[in-house]
């Protein structure tokens, strides 16, 4: 893979056909791809019972994955076994990232399961053991730690950490963003499907589209975004705070962009006293097959990285990571303690997963295997006119339709019907983006450059059949 | 155990000594029981190494417990087993709450770890099998459930749907209650250490104090409080949104009280158009040995119940549950998707959790073991002038130690002094309340009546050295 990652496609459209109010409209991004909970009629007898019994303790909203959902009981490398035996190729899910069941992460976390599961209260060699490698893998400068157990706990206490470093209380995030689920990470991400009524701290940038903004522009474009949203900031009498941004713009619609685009927004945000949070609960762990940390594409030391996701592959376990100065702050003035935090259980589960990225060669192998998927998907975009745009990073892949009779218009229901279409062969994506007509494909680490071709294969075929 | 819980001691006192400053200041309550970081001389050479360690990756300010920190490497049952082998007695570990890596546990962990880890976006049916099983231990009303990761999580969401269910932003907690750690639930914990600035939203109203209020004036002294705090709200126009309790009032002093005081409060609540959230981290899970719920031992039925800690004994789980009507308005309005809430691996430890409550009767356990440390502590009470009360409830016993001399002044230092002297005498128990005077005996429910004899006579063996 290029250090640019690639960006196929039509190249940029400032006239692309979103209406500016889409971009910063509250989004029902967790919506995509979802059942309706009413539609219970010639599913599976089994599946629908299943339905109707979660329907009952969860209540009708909750959300589950396509117009047929997946009864799910096994599961191994990147595959998932069906009750009925079926296997389906993962192609979607980042938090088992280094494979489902991995060998590695059951035996340490059955082995310090039967040992000794505690909290950090008491001293443990082993957590700081994970801890010491882990910053090891961050710049210099990034030289403390704290213990959570979700992303969305991460960021919480890295707005908490970073209203009382900066004495400001403003934040800025892009328009689409999702940075987790608390009362305060949810006022930060617009993408979430609440209709609670937001912080006024919170403004909100254009992602940076490097898609419809030729590439040279994306950079400036960004960060003159950026140094508006910090004056409209101070004509509010609003303190700023910190940028929180994923370096992928994950829930944006999947932007990874030129390495180091983001520099120069960066720099306004420190100029103005804020400070920088990387939510690296996507693009972290490797996942981007060039670099541990997504930030470090862009060459950018950030003064908090917030973790989540991939930590513990599946097991519970966050982090805040940041500056030594930061961190100080924070000891003195907040002090912390998180129950679950760093407990020797989750701390084997996220050791193994290291060694396993270590071990495997995961950046390597991540970097090769994306590369093949992002060719192949330029060739399908060659032959498939709904086919607008392909771009990703490593493993975190976006595949962009448009309608074909216009090559401007969003075209979601190709996307949706894509996805139930591939679950229908056996291979689990979803969608994402403001539009919702963005192919997500982001399957565990150990992904082949034979799973790829299968998933190009079937895309292929099916997309053949779609055409009118 | 009789119905009202045990409440010993020289009855109330209304000049007792506490400051009425103290009962609303900001509190230090993370702070009890603290190693000084900068105090490792004259530690084990293997010990202050630890402790530099953990000071470079977590910085200066993380709590360790005890003046000569614990370095623990192995859990069963009701032990804990430091580096050299000895082995500690926990009596105040509440998350392993059916005892360190009890088996049934660590087998269900680690055959799930083996088989499926996945989120709840797919159809699993063990997930609805526990969510049914818990359901059925609460009150027909509360019948829908929402999992998080943690008993802070849980509380934010609740925060988030009473928001959402009442319109109101309002909400009343006790002077020195700790629900949790995130930005929106540090702002309802007075017990915090930080120095965050909190939200105009927040009420506090003394605890319900049923060792220095006479048994019939607590609930509706508590309920008068209560009622102020409602009017005072109304006064500065902010509207009730609820009252968040645990009912054990954990971190206030621990006072259970009697059985039913906190329904006349309740009711101020919910005329005023707010909800009841009981905060069943604490005293949720069998803890009271009177109840599963500690809500229950009052007649109540709330309108959202937050859990956390022991559900899982140690691996991360938390769950809200509510009344169908408000997490209806949840469902609509809010959605929410939690990556680790409800995975399959911690809903194998929860459903461990029940089997062992159940089979191992822990409930009726908890109840007898309790009341025998409990009437142990009241004779100890008799022997040692300092012990001005002895109060609890089930496995979660308070010890308050006042200045024998006055009879009035808390006495910070003798109850610090004697977690130290248990932690030499290889007891593990704390220290909680405002004045910081009160030990915390908190143990994992297998803990016997043997347990107790052994606990008693080392304290009463060390207070009677402590004696001038």
């Not at 949810?186 to 609670?196: G, K, L, M, R, V």
């Not at 829930?251 to 400070?275: C, N, Q, T, W």
Request: charged fraction near 20%.
């Amino acid at each position: 893979m290029t250090a640019d990652c690639f960006r196929l496609g039509q190249g940029p459209k400032s006239a692309y056909g979103i209406a500016p109010e889409i971009m910063t409209a509250k989004r029902k991004i967790l919506e995509l791809n979802a059942f309706d909970m009413d539609a219970a009629d010639g599913l599976d007898p089994g599946v629908a019972a299943l339905v109707a019994r979660r329907k009952r303790v969860f209540g009708p909203a909750s959300m589950l994955f396509y117009a047929r959902p997946l009864n799910l009981v096994r599961g191994e490398d990147v595959w998932l076994i069906g009750a009925d035996g079926t296997r389906y190729l993962d192609a979607y899910n980042n938090v088992a990232s280094v494979g489902h069941c991995h060998p590695r992460v059951v035996a340490a976390v059955s082995r310090q399961m039967a040992t000794l599961n505690t909290h950090t209260r008491y001293l443990s060699e082993i957590v700081y053991t994970y801890a010491e490698r882990l910053l090891a893998t961050f710049p210099r400068e990034v030289s403390n730690i704290v213990f959570t157990c979700t992303g969305s706990e991460s960021v919480d206490l890295s707005l908490r950490i970073a209203r009382a470093a900066t004495g400001g209380t403003g934040f800025i995030v892009t328009s689409n963003a999702y940075h987790g689920n608390t009362l305060a990470v949810n006022d930060i991400s617009p993408a979430s499907a609440s209709t609670e009524p937001r912080s006024p701290n919170v403004f909100i940038v254009p992602a940076p589209d490097t898609y419809r903004t030729a590439s040279k522009d994306v950079g400036p474009t960004f960060a003159a975004d950026v140094k508006k949203a910090i004056a409209a900031m101070k004509r509010k009498k609003i303190r700023l705070a910190g940028l929180v941004a994923d370096s992928l713009f994950s829930s944006d619609g999947i932007y990874p962009g030129k390495p180091g685009f983001m520099a120069e927004a960066i720099a306004h945000v420190r100029k103005a006293g804020g400070l920088f949070i990387a939510d690296e609960v996507q693009p972290g762990f490797a996942r981007t097959g060039e670099t541990m940390w997504g930030f470090a594409r862009h060459g950018l030391v950030p003064d908090m990285v917030a973790m989540g996701k991939p930590m513990g592959n599946g097991v519970p376990i966050g982090a805040v990571v940041g500056r030594e100065e930061v961190m100080a702050t924070f000891g003195r003035d907040i002090r912390y303690f998180n129950t679950f935090g760093g407990n020797p259980v989750s701390i084997a589960a996220a050791t193994a997963v290291l060694d396993v990225i270590e071990s495997d060669q995961l950046l390597d192998s991540v970097s090769r295997t994306g590369q093949a998927l992002i060719e192949g998907l330029g060739e399908l975009a060659k032959r498939h006119s709904g086919i607008s745009g392909v771009r990703g990073c490593g493993l975190f892949t976006a595949v962009e339709f448009v309608d074909p009779e216009d090559g401007t218009t969003p075209d979601a229901a190709t996307a949706t019907q894509v996805v139930n279409e591939l679950r229908d062969r056996r291979i689990l994506i979803s969608a994402s983006g403001p539009a919702e007509n963005v192919l997500k494909i982001r399957p565990p680490l150990p992904f082949t450059a034979e799973h790829a071709t299968r998933l190009l294969s079937e895309l292929d075929d099916l997309l053949a059949r779609l055409a009118p």
